[in-house]
């Protein structure tokens, strides 16, 4: 688990400040202006350390393109490092606090493919909060539920073995909910509609093969 999570993921924190993939094309006659890429992922801490605040200084590289649009979710392309990433992406339909409208920054989830280090399909999660130290979130589809490792606001798949499941239960399934626990004990369950999200990856596949 340790080398998979140490794997540079080449996505943006910006892209959960940026407007809805489909607010994104309603507005492409007034602005020409994409989400930045960052490119680093937070490198896990032993279990008794403090989250790290993200001091890392990101690589050059180009701002995401977006290929096409299914439902709610993007596909995307984007070179971060000199290395090309492609990635589904989608922001939730509903995302709640326990207790309720407790501040966060937007959360949303994609999923990517960098053919450079043969990645495919690593589901990533940004929750838009700092996540409790030491305690895994979850994505629940198909009646499953899947462990996540966090590590700052961000999780990913906590066993790899179960991410092809996941993918494939992602493509047939209707919605799929992310529940964490921030920092401060706040609760979150944020609802992904997955309606296009198949086609979605398909064209990330055509573009990252």
Aim: one cysteine or more; a positive charge; aromatic letters at 6%.
């Amino acid at each position: 688990m340790t080398r998979r999570i140490l794997v540079v993921c080449a996505l943006v924190a910006t892209l959960a400040c940026a407007p809805p993939v489909h607010a994104q094309q309603q507005s492409q006659k007034s602005s020409t202006a994409k989400p930045a890429v960052k490119t680093t992922k937070p490198k896990p801490k032993s279990e008794s350390a403090k989250p790290a605040e993200k001091s890392e200084t990101p690589s050059p590289g180009s701002a995401p393109n977006l290929l096409a649009q299914f439902g709610e979710w993007g596909a995307y392309t984007a070179t971060a490092g000199g290395k090309k990433v492609c990635f589904a992406l989608a922001k939730p339909s509903k995302a709640t606090t326990t207790p309720p409208n407790r501040p966060r920054d937007p959360p949303y989830m994609f999923i990517s493919s960098r053919p450079s280090e043969k990645v495919k399909d690593e589901v990533s999660v940004i929750i838009g909060y700092g996540l409790k130290p030491n305690a895994d979130a979850s994505i629940d589809v198909g009646g499953l539920s899947y462990p996540m490792f966090t590590q700052n606001d961000g999780a990913w798949i906590k066993n790899p073995a179960d991410e092809a499941r996941l993918v494939d239960a992602l493509r047939k399934g209707t919605d799929a909910v992310v529940k964490g626990t921030s920092a401060r004990g706040t609760s979150s369950a944020d609802t992904y509609p997955l309606h296009g999200l198949a086609q979605a990856l398909d064209r990330v596949g055509q573009e990252c093969q």
